[in-house]
Antibody, heavy 115, light 107 residues
Framework: EEQMVESGGDLVQPGGSLRLSCATS????????MNWVRQAPGKGLEWVAN????????NYVDSVKGRFTIFRDNAQNSVFLQMSSLTAGDTAIYYC????????WGQGTLVTVSS | DIQLTQSPTTLSASVGDSVTITCRAS??????LAWYRQRPGMAPNLLIY???NLEGGVPSRFRGAGFGTDFTLTITSLQPDDFGTYYC?????????FGQGTKVEIK
């Protein structure tokens, strides 16, 4: 069964950095796009970034361009989100999923940006 | 980037009612649309993909329709378990935009 386990969320000060990880199992990881999605408290789902199977195509939502970097390690079946220059607006639960849409989501990891 | 606009923002209906949620895309997305339900404190749950294909285990009272820019999710014979927030998501674009959500409340 496909599984996604997000980790790395923490309380961080404005301007700080954080790296999120998404460890996966149960599918052919290297064949699929991987996505990060976030949900701010009480708000809707916002797609953040994605990366294709071999890492040659990457896309970001405008609000994180230049601050967030998505990358993957196909040997570890994992995708990462390096976040920097964090602001309160980045406070959210961050989820990863594979493919174009997904019936398999992890529990998410909470990022709180606050002083 | 493709924008998705859902309506209504909230709806309240009784058990047994039929309800419809609309999702409009800012440009054609052909058939590249999925629907999710999210309950409080939980991750989203996939209901429908490619406009009208039910994910495994999803009851047949959920029905997706549309093409191009205008799409609907209809829940016939609403059940108490159907409460939550429903989102559409497009995957025509390299981004994976979500609608802003429709909260369904059971009267």
């Amino acid at each position: 069964e496909e599984q996604m386990v997000e980790s790395g969320g923490d309380l961080v000060q404005p301007g700080g950095s954080l790296r999120l990880s998404c460890a996966t199992s149960g599918f052919n990881f290297g064949a699929f796009w991987m996505n990060w999605v976030r949900q701010a408290p009480g708000k809707g789902l916002e797609w953040v970034a994605n990366i294709n199977g071999d890492g040659t195509e990457i896309n970001y939502v405008d609000s994180v361009k230049g601050r967030f970097t998505i990358f993957r390690d196909n040997a570890q079946n994992s995708v990462f989100l390096q976040m920097s220059s964090l602001t309160a607006g980045d406070t959210a639960i961050y989820y990863c999923f594979y493919g174009h849409y997904s019936g398999h989501w992890g529990q998410g990891t909470l990022v709180t940006v606050s002083s | 980037d493709i924008q998705l606009t859902q309506s209504p923002t909230t709806l309240s209906a009784s058990v047994g009612d039929s309800v419809t949620i609309t999702c409009r895309a800012s440009q054609s997305i052909n058939h590249w649309l999925a629907w999710y339900r999210q309950r409080p404190g939980m991750a989203p749950n996939l209901l429908i993909y490619d406009i009208s294909n039910l994910e495994g285990g999803v009851p047949s009272r959920f029905r997706g329709a549309g093409f191009g820019t205008d799409f609907t999710l209809t829940i016939t014979s609403l059940q108490p378990d159907d409460f939550g927030t429903y989102y559409c998501q497009q995957y025509k674009d390299s981004s994976r935009t979500f609608g802003q959500g429709t909260k369904v409340e059971i009267k």
